[in-house]
C-alpha cells in the first residue's frame, strides 16, 4: 500500500468517524468504525463497521449506506481533495471474528483449571 493511500484511509477513517459520531444515532448498540480501505485509483472506499450486539449489524450498515449521500457530501465539504472516494460501508467480520477466538480461549482456560 502506498503512503498517498495510506494517508487518505487515516484522513477519510477520521471525517467518516467524526460524521457517524455526530449525525447518526444508534440506541442501544455501540457502533465503531474500525478501518477505511480506499481502492488504488482513489475510486471507492469501503468503511468497515463493527457492532455491539452484533445482531443489529445488518441493521445498521443498511442505516448507514441509505445516509451514505449525506456522508459523501460531508466528507466533500470537508476535505480538499479530489477525487473523493465513493464510501460503502461494510461489516468489519475481523473483529467479530476476534472475539470469538478470544471466548474459545477463554473457554479453554477455565476448563484446564477445573481439571
Do not use: C, W
Not at 20 to 27: K, N, W
Not at 61 to 70: A, C, F, H, M, P
Amino acid at each position: 500500500m502506498t503512503n498517498r493511500i495510506e494517508k487518505v484511509n487515516s484522513l477519510l477513517e477520521h471525517e467518516i468517524g467524526k460524521i457517524i459520531l455526530r449525525d447518526f444515532t444508534f440506541s442501544g448498540s455501540l457502533v465503531t468504525l474500525t478501518h477505511v480501505e480506499a481502492s488504488a485509483n482513489l475510486i471507492e472506499a469501503k468503511a468497515y463497521i463493527s457492532v455491539f450486539p452484533e445482531d443489529k449489524t445488518d441493521n445498521i450498515i443498511e442505516t448507514l449506506n441509505k445516509g451514505v449521500y449525506d456522508v459523501q457530501q460531508k466528507i466533500n465539504k470537508a476535505l480538499f481533495m479530489r477525487p473523493i472516494p465513493k464510501i460503502m460501508f461494510r461489516r468489519d467480520t475481523e473483529t467479530s471474528q476476534a472475539g470469538r477466538v478470544e471466548e474459545l480461549l477463554e473457554k479453554i482456560k477455565e476448563s484446564d483449571i477445573k481439571e
